[in-house]
């Protein structure tokens, strides 16, 4: 099975920024994207960032120049750099994994990590 562990979330204050990590690890074939989902209380799931096997990037517009994607293939860690927070950022973010090499394609989620923004 694949697993991704996440880890960065936390409190932090309008303004302010913090690092997501998603590091994945076991029986993966063949990446097409990675991204970032949130969820905050009452709405639905949406997708914040995805980077592409390629290499293509693409944000919610509500982030956009705000946050960052990026990924280290070595370590197949996927990152999200968030800066100049706003409260309306805060919800539970996910990574999310696409593979599709295997007999059919799968998607794996992250536990998802709390992110406040408050003062």
């Known amino acids: 099975q694949v697993q991704l562990l996440e880890s960065g979330g936390g409190l932090v204050q309008p303004g302010g920024s913090l690092r997501l990590s998603c590091a994945a690890s076991?029986?993966?074939?063949?990446?097409?994207?990675m991204a970032w989902y949130r969820q905050a209380p009452g709405k639905q799931r949406e997708l914040v960032a995805i980077i592409m096997r390629g290499g293509s990037r693409d944000y919610a517009d509500s982030v956009k120049g705000r946050f960052t994607i990026s990924r280290d293939n070595a370590k197949i860690t996927v990152y999200l750099q968030m800066n100049s927070l706003k409260p309306e950022d805060t919800a539970v973010y996910y990574c999310?994994?696409?593979?599709?090499?295997?007999?059919?394609?799968?998607?794996?989620w992250g536990q998802g990590t709390q992110v406040t923004v408050s003062s």
């Open positions: 076991g029986s993966i074939f063949r990446i097409s994207a």
């Open positions: 999310n994994l696409h593979d599709m090499g295997g007999v059919t394609p799968r998607d794996y």
